[in-house]
């Protein structure tokens, strides 16, 4: 409990901020685009289904 815990919560918060991954090139995105803003690709996905 505590700062421990606070720690960790913002830690994992970048998926929070970044729910979105390019697959090409690992990118986190903070919104889903078209295409990916680094590299151009496609492929982008929501971290949630790709992440465990
Ligand atoms: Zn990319």
Redesign the pocket.
């Known amino acids: 409990m505590g700062v421990l815990d606070r720690t960790t919560w913002f830690a994992r918060g970048d998926t929070e901020t970044h729910p979105y991954r390019?697959m090409?090139?690992g990118?986190d995105l903070s919104v889903q685009y078209h295409s990916?803003p680094?590299?151009g690709?496609y492929d982008i996905r929501a971290t949630k289904w790709i992440d465990e």
Do not use: G, Q
Request: aromatic share 0%; glycine share 0%; proline share 0%.
């Open positions: 390019c090409s090139c990118a990916c680094e590299c690709s």
